[in-house]
């Protein structure tokens, strides 16, 4: 995978691995963490959780006014260690669970999409990845 291009955003989360790892990739709690701001919602999500598996989740406006199916394929599982996947619009991304001191460090890398800045892209997902870290160490 070429990462030369692509956005990083990162947290480290206080919790055991098996957690994290679970919490991630379990539809019914990414449902709980995967959006962005208080006023959207990941009403469903589904996920065949295997190599050439795909994986959906829907992002919702709380008012209704925007939603979206955010989809991928898996192309590489490592247990308890990396995620990569396709999306659906052919762009790549990886995610890498590593323990630290500190806790496990998440690191998400993917390919920008063309409509809107690398700045705001980096920000949206770095704050949906901010909202997982909140919700794991509170569960």
């Given at each position: 995978m070429?990462?030369?291009?692509?956005?990083?955003?990162?947290?480290?989360?206080n919790?055991?691995?098996?957690?994290?790892?679970?919490?991630?990739?379990?539809?019914?709690?990414?449902?709980k963490?995967?959006?962005?701001?208080?006023?959207?919602?990941?009403?469903?999500?589904?996920?065949?959780?295997?190599?050439?598996?795909?994986?959906?989740?829907?992002?919702?406006?709380k008012?209704?006014?925007?939603?979206?199916?955010?989809?991928?394929?898996?192309?590489?599982?490592?247990?308890?260690?990396?995620?990569?996947?396709?999306?659906?619009?052919?762009?790549?991304?990886?995610?890498?669970?590593?323990?630290?001191p500190?806790?496990?460090?998440?690191?998400?890398?993917?390919?920008?999409?063309?409509?809107?800045?690398?700045?705001?892209?980096?920000?949206?997902?770095?704050?949906?990845l901010?909202?997982?870290?909140?919700?794991?160490?509170s569960?």
């Amino acid at each position: 995978m070429d990462t030369s291009n692509m956005i990083t955003v990162s947290t480290t989360v206080n919790a055991p691995l098996e957690k994290v790892w679970e919490a991630f990739n379990s539809p019914e709690q990414v449902t709980k963490w995967c959006f962005a701001s208080d006023d959207w919602h990941a009403p469903s999500a589904s996920s065949e959780f295997k190599v050439g598996g795909k994986a959906n989740t829907r992002m919702e406006a709380k008012d209704g006014s925007f939603g979206f199916d955010f989809w991928w394929i898996y192309d590489s599982i490592e247990p308890m260690a990396l995620i990569s996947y396709t999306m659906g619009d052919g762009r790549q991304a990886e995610v890498k669970f590593e323990p630290s001191p500190e806790g496990i460090v998440v690191t998400e890398k993917f390919d920008p999409e063309q409509m809107n800045s690398r700045e705001m892209q980096q920000a949206g997902w770095q704050a949906i990845l901010d909202n997982f870290k909140k919700y794991v160490e509170s569960n």
